[in-house]
């Protein structure tokens, strides 16, 4: 039997790639990738093939001999060692399901696909999570959302933070990385966290989402402390042997700097007085300032995710609101500003609290409290931003 692989769509070529590490970037991806190496004036060709990145089958050709489905896994797995040409093609599903009718000995069996699918669904079941409010210190914003190309701005300590918002609510992973190295992560879903290794799995996942978004924010050793005291299982790993680490490299790093600035420092004044050269002013600095850190549109709406998270978990905290609803918007003028309206609902039973004044019902005292809350939220923001807030009990 001589199989006739549809064509699909070239995606990309690899030489000296690794197999397996395509595999697991091909998140979401239908299709096949085709191993190819040349042989004693023939080919040997190895086929993988993909359904929402999921492997579901295998095909084998090599001299006339075709090997199909679970049979061929270890000959192909034979091929990966020595470094095959990689061709990624793209299918519709039309066109796989049209090979899957044709070429039903290629396809592992449905049992095998969903045993995989259960196994990680019970892993994820069978996860600790821990029912607490988790308390992540904030840093300084370096970058605001990023998207999944995060890794290019790690250096020093920094926090990433990936957040999700979807019909269950918000989902944030924390990882904290010392350079390209992830020290300490955390998994936050509907008030129940996950920390550590756990933590990194369900962060994967998220990953893979599209709506997701990703901010990178300046952290510290401090910081770094405090989060191993409250919550240690958030280590991935030894940070004490991390940070001895440190302190010896960064003793020989001062001296070394320290010998490098007092010469920069010279050279730089001999050349000023030598080309006439008059340093900018204060003038030139602050306008230089304002016009790069002025902060861009994605910036503005990641801080409006950020406060709309943390006004929708407490409005949702408080047991006497039955509904409500949030209008936000936060703009930059030399200043950040956050207007917040707000509407809410009081539940039923807390209906005989309110105060009846000339036919209507208020609770003034109660939507102060509210407004002031939410005033207080805004302003122990990361960045300082200057709060507007209406609260309206309907």
Known sequence: MVIHVIEGN??????DEDVDKILKESKNFTGYIKLSIKRDGGFEEGYIFLKNGTVIGYYYNYNNTEIFGDRSVERIEDMKKDKPLIEVYEYTLEKLNTMMDIYKEIFLKEAKILKKEKESTEFEENLHYYNLDLWIPEGKPLRLNLGKNYKDYLKGYTLVEIFKKDGEGYKKGYIIYKDKTPILSAYESNNKVLFGKDA???IKKLLTCQDIVVDIFEYDENKVEILVEYYPQMALVNVESLKKDEDVIQEK???????????????????????????????FIDNLIRSTFEPSYEELESIKKDLEEKIYSYLKNQGDIKSFNVNIDVHYNGKYYCTCDIKIKINPKSILKLILYRGRLFKNRDAEKIKKDIECIISQYVIDIIP???VEIV
């Open 388 to 390: 507007k807030v209406n």
């Open 253 to 283: 790093t001062e001296n070394t700097e320290e010998e490098i600035n007092e010469e920069i420092i010279s050279d730089k004044e001999e050349l000023l007085k030598k080309f006439n050269i008059t340093p900018p002013d204060e003038e």
């Open 200 to 202: 990194c799995h369900m």
């Open 10 to 15: 070239l995606i990309k070529i690899f030489e």
